[in-house]
């Protein structure tokens, strides 16, 4: 999520006057763990886009500014993270040797297909990059016209891809309230919008992932000025004529958790699904990058 004025400045008056929302309300059901995470580089910071491994032990991550990193998680018995381990930042490339150019850096969805490659959506310049390792030269994927023309700002935020390889990208903001998400889809080399998602209150797509269970999965945040955020994810049955079976997996209290942006969903051993979530601090020194975890019920997965 790019940096807003007036965003900086309630942010700003929220730590001045000590607001802490809800954040000493009880989790909601199936909270695991929440774990700030910090590396002294100017680098760090400003996620937007997280994937996990199949077993939740390795990683992948990418910031705003078009950094990434991966490595490794520390858990406890319990399957609670007690640590990160990362590699150290790298600026993703364009179709070359150089990082992308200034201004086309706003990486914001991170999808890892099955073949072990990754594609990335973009924000600021709509358009989906796709690299065969993070540390290697990108392909663009083609773009439609209609990418061009949505909402400033507010572009392709969330990224997923399906077993059988299909992405499926949506944009943060859908235009108004009433206007449900349009949903692109990418397969056999050509983009549709084939459907579109009910747009609910004042909650904004950030984030999206189809889980181990086949569920599309959509990370959801809406803010409440200096109070903070409240996040929410729901899923949906997903088929080639659109969502279905709508669930709330998780709906935080206002301020419970920071500027949630990214979710991974896999399968822990236990059978249970985990939603891993984590924050984008915006670089700014009164926010926190977080790992935030939920589990969901293996019968509840079913």
């Given at each position: 999520?790019?940096k807003?004025?007036?965003?900086?400045?309630?942010?700003g008056?929220f730590?001045v006057?000590g607001?802490?929302?809800?954040a000493?309300?009880?989790?909601?059901?199936g909270?695991v763990?929440?774990i700030?995470w910090?590396?002294?580089?100017?680098?760090?910071?400003?996620?937007?886009g997280i994937?996990?491994?199949?077993?939740?032990?390795s990683?992948?991550a990418?910031?705003?500014?078009?950094?990434w990193?991966?490595?490794?998680?520390?858990?406890?018995?319990e399957?609670?993270?007690?640590a990160?381990?990362?590699?150290?930042?790298?600026?993703?490339r364009?179709?070359?040797e150089a990082?992308?150019a200034?201004?086309?850096?706003d990486a914001?969805?991170?999808?890892?297909a099955?073949?072990g490659?990754f594609?990335?959506?973009?924000?600021?310049i709509?358009?989906?990059?796709?690299y065969?390792?993070?540390?290697?030269?990108?392909?663009?994927l083609?773009?439609p016209?209609?990418?061009?023309?949505m909402?400033r700002?507010s572009?392709?935020?969330?990224l997923a891809?399906?077993?059988?390889?299909?992405?499926?990208?949506?944009p943060?903001?859908?235009?108004?309230l009433?206007?449900?998400?349009?949903i692109?889809?990418y397969?056999?080399?050509?983009?549709?919008?084939?459907f579109a998602?009910?747009?609910?209150?004042?909650?904004l797509?950030?984030?999206?992932?189809?889980?181990?269970?086949?569920r599309?999965?959509?990370?959801e945040?809406?803010?409440?000025?200096v109070?903070?955020?409240?996040?929410?994810?729901?899923?949906?049955?997903?088929?080639?004529?659109g969502?279905?079976d709508?669930r709330t997996e998780?709906?935080?209290?206002?301020?419970?958790h920071d500027?949630?942006?990214?979710?991974?969903v896999?399968?822990?051993?236990?059978g249970?699904?985990?939603?891993?979530?984590?924050s984008?601090?915006?670089?700014?020194?009164?926010?926190?990058?977080?790992?935030?975890?939920?589990?969901?019920?293996?019968h509840?997965?079913?």
């Amino acid at each position: 999520m790019p940096k807003r004025p007036v965003f900086a400045l309630t942010a700003g008056l929220f730590l001045v006057l000590g607001l802490q929302g809800s954040a000493s309300q009880p989790y909601p059901e199936g909270f695991v763990s929440a774990i700030p995470w910090r590396i002294e580089v100017a680098e760090f910071g400003g996620f937007s886009g997280i994937e996990l491994s199949d077993d939740g032990q390795s990683f992948w991550a990418i910031t705003d500014k078009g950094w990434w990193t991966q490595g490794t998680i520390l858990r406890d018995d319990e399957g609670r993270i007690t640590a990160m381990n990362a590699q150290p930042m790298r600026f993703l490339r364009g179709r070359f040797e150089a990082a992308l150019a200034r201004g086309r850096g706003d990486a914001e969805g991170l999808a890892r297909a099955p073949d072990g490659s990754f594609y990335i959506s973009f924000e600021q310049i709509p358009r989906v990059l796709h690299y065969d390792t993070l540390d290697g030269p990108a392909r663009n994927l083609v773009t439609p016209r209609e990418f061009a023309r949505m909402q400033r700002n507010s572009a392709l935020e969330a990224l997923a891809i399906g077993a059988d390889g299909t992405i499926y990208t949506l944009p943060e903001r859908s235009g108004e309230l009433t206007r449900p998400f349009p949903i692109w889809r990418y397969r056999d080399g050509k983009w549709d919008q084939p459907f579109a998602l009910r747009r609910d209150g004042g909650f904004l797509a950030v984030g999206a992932d189809i889980g181990p269970d086949g569920r599309f999965y959509l990370l959801e945040r809406e803010f409440h000025g200096v109070t903070g955020f409240a996040s929410r994810v729901r899923s949906f049955a997903l088929s080639d004529s659109g969502l279905s079976d709508e669930r709330t997996e998780m709906q935080s209290s206002v301020g419970q958790h920071d500027n949630l942006e990214s979710i991974s969903v896999w399968r822990a051993p236990d059978g249970d699904l985990r939603l891993t979530m984590i924050s984008d601090d915006n670089f700014y020194f009164f926010q926190t990058t977080e790992i935030v975890e939920y589990r969901i019920p293996s019968h509840s997965a079913d």
